[in-house]
């Protein structure tokens, strides 16, 4: 099998699909925009081949995927696994012929829109999504049908750029004077952030599946620049697996990694938000394979070269990402944490420049199969000077 991971180097984690990929009898030819001489030694033994080059060029993009396939065959998959690159992965495989998702397909699970229809096809509540192309008055009954607050985001896009909470008409109209084209507006839900995760095989199938809460959510986080924390929870609610599985089904979500994010209402109801079709950020895949003491990296390796689908796994631990930023004058020092959290702490890293704003600086990973014990010890991390 001839496998193009396209940025084999960042995000810094990646590198541990070619990896495995290669380890499972996978050909990995990379392109991207690193230097070769800098990848870690692992990255290079697992790559037969790699061409730096401009990955927002496709002409030498496609030129370069050609050459690959002029020297080693037929490409039989192309990915990245991240979000920033999905436009492109879909373009080759158009191109070339290759399985996987198309643009026809980002044209829907990219769309937040268009992910409503299919919402409500296979019967996941959500909230109603309207495009601010609409007339005036069009807008003004949705305004009134539902009341304030409201959310304006683009319809393409993830994160909370050009994200808005609107309270009040002074403000509705604030936002339309200043928003990019292609935006949406939907009814402000009141809940708690809380996703569902997993792999799913070539009949979407789901092999594996978690579930992380978030305490505050992103929009938050980048208008108030402080610091925060997620976990991945041993016990997940089986209305929201239901909910998941249901919607991986429904987005023909095949030999991939997902990520739905959902508002969980005080009620203990659930609204969907979105589906993102790529593993969900930062080093949440690391956490899930603390979560259960597995290696999801192999696994996707086993599923796409050996079709093989079949994963044993025990949730063991309830796994915590604490976020503490520099702006911040923290008591325990990075050291402390890691020694006197030890055992429970088990990670600690420096996230790139390119994901601090978002997420913010130093970051820990906890674990323990217990609430209150993992949440004691995030306290401990977070607590301030």
Same mark, same amino acid.
């Given at each position: #099998?001839?496998?193009?991971?396209?940025? /084999?180097?960042?995000?810094?984690?990646?590198?541990? +699909?070619?990896?495995?990929?290669?380890?499972?009898?996978?050909?990995?030819?990379?392109?991207?925009?690193?230097?070769?001489?800098?990848?870690? /030694?692992?990255?290079?033994?697992?790559?037969?081949?790699?061409?730096?080059? &401009?990955?927002?060029?496709?002409?030498?993009?496609?030129?370069?995927?050609?050459?690959?396939?002029?020297?080693?065959?037929?490409?039989?998959?192309?990915?990245? =696994?991240?979000?920033?690159?999905?436009?492109?992965?879909?373009?080759?495989?158009?191109?070339?012929?290759?399985?996987? *998702?198309?643009?026809?397909?980002?044209?829907?699970? *990219?769309?937040?829109?268009?992910?409503?229809?299919?919402?409500?096809?296979? &019967?996941?509540?959500?909230?109603?999504?309207?495009?601010?192309?609409?007339? $005036?008055?069009?807008?003004?009954?949705?305004?009134?049908?539902?009341?304030?607050? %409201?959310?304006?985001?683009?319809?393409r896009g993830v994160g909370a750029s050009h994200t808005y909470?609107?309270?009040?008409?002074?403000?509705? %109209?604030?936002?339309? @004077? *200043?928003?990019? /084209?292609?935006?949406?507006?939907?009814?402000?839900?009141?809940?708690?952030?809380?996703?569902?995760?997993?792999?799913?095989?070539?009949?979407?199938?789901?092999?594996?599946?978690?579930?992380?809460?978030?305490?505050?959510?992103?929009?938050?986080?980048?208008?108030? *620049?402080?610091?925060?924390?997620?976990?991945?929870?041993?016990?997940?609610?089986?209305?929201?697996?239901?909910?998941? !599985?249901?919607?991986?089904?429904? +987005?023909?979500?095949?030999?991939r990694f997902f990520h739905c994010e959902f508002f969980r209402?005080?009620?203990?109801?659930?609204?969907?938000?979105?589906?993102?079709?790529?593993?969900?950020?930062?080093?949440? #895949?690391? #956490? =899930?394979?603390?979560?259960?003491?597995?290696?999801?990296?192999?696994?996707?390796?086993?599923?796409?070269?050996?079709?093989?689908?079949?994963?044993?796994?025990?949730?063991?631990?309830?796994?915590?990402?604490?976020?503490? !930023?520099?702006?911040?004058?923290?008591?325990?020092?990075?050291?402390?944490?890691?020694?006197?959290?030890?055992?429970?702490?088990?990670?600690?890293?420096?996230?790139?420049?390119?994901? @601090?704003?978002?997420?913010?600086?130093?970051?820990?990973?906890?674990? $323990?199969?217990?609430?209150?014990?993992?949440?004691?010890?995030v306290s401990y991390a977070m607590e301030r000077a």
């Amino acid at each position: #099998m001839n496998y193009i991971f396209i940025s /084999p180097h960042f995000p810094p984690s990646f590198y541990l +699909f070619c990896v495995e990929l290669r380890k499972a009898g996978a050909n990995v030819l990379g392109i991207g925009d690193g230097a070769y001489h800098e990848f870690r /030694p692992e990255l290079k033994e697992a790559l037969t081949d790699y061409i730096q080059l &401009d990955l927002n060029n496709y002409h030498d993009v496609y030129h370069s995927v050609l050459h690959f396939s002029h020297k080693y065959g037929k490409i039989d998959r192309v990915d990245s =696994q991240s979000e920033h690159w999905l436009a492109l992965e879909a373009q080759i495989r158009q191109d070339f012929d290759i399985y996987g *998702q198309k643009p026809s397909d980002l044209a829907i699970n *990219q769309s937040k829109s268009n992910m409503k229809r299919v919402f409500i096809e296979n &019967d996941i509540p959500c909230a109603e999504i309207l495009s601010l192309s609409v007339p $005036h008055e069009e807008l003004m009954a949705f305004v009134n049908r539902h009341g304030y607050p %409201f959310i304006i985001k683009p319809d393409r896009g993830v994160g909370a750029s050009h994200t808005y909470k609107i309270h009040n008409e002074e403000q509705l %109209f604030q936002a339309l @004077s *200043q928003i990019p /084209p292609g935006c949406v507006i939907e009814p402000f839900v009141f809940g708690q952030i809380v996703t569902f995760d997993g792999l799913a095989d070539h009949d979407s199938n789901v092999i594996f599946h978690s579930s992380f809460e978030l305490r505050d959510d992103v929009l938050s986080s980048l208008q108030n *620049q402080g610091d925060n924390f997620y976990f991945y929870n041993r016990d997940i609610d089986p209305k929201l697996v239901e909910f998941g !599985r249901r919607i991986v089904k429904g +987005f023909n979500v095949r030999e991939r990694f997902f990520h739905c994010e959902f508002f969980r209402t005080p009620e203990g109801e659930y609204k969907v938000i979105e589906i993102n079709v790529r593993p969900p950020g930062g080093y949440a #895949m690391d #956490m =899930q394979n603390y979560s259960c003491d597995i290696d999801l990296y192999r696994a996707f390796a086993e599923l796409v070269v050996h079709s093989n689908n079949h994963l044993d796994y025990e949730r063991k631990y309830n796994v915590a990402y604490v976020l503490r !930023r520099d702006r911040f004058h923290y008591k325990h020092t990075v050291d402390e944490v890691m020694w006197n959290l030890w055992p429970i702490a088990i990670e600690y890293k420096r996230l790139p420049e390119v994901f @601090s704003a978002a997420m913010g600086n130093d970051t820990f990973i906890l674990r $323990h199969p217990e609430h209150k014990e993992l949440f004691e010890a995030v306290s401990y991390a977070m607590e301030r000077a």
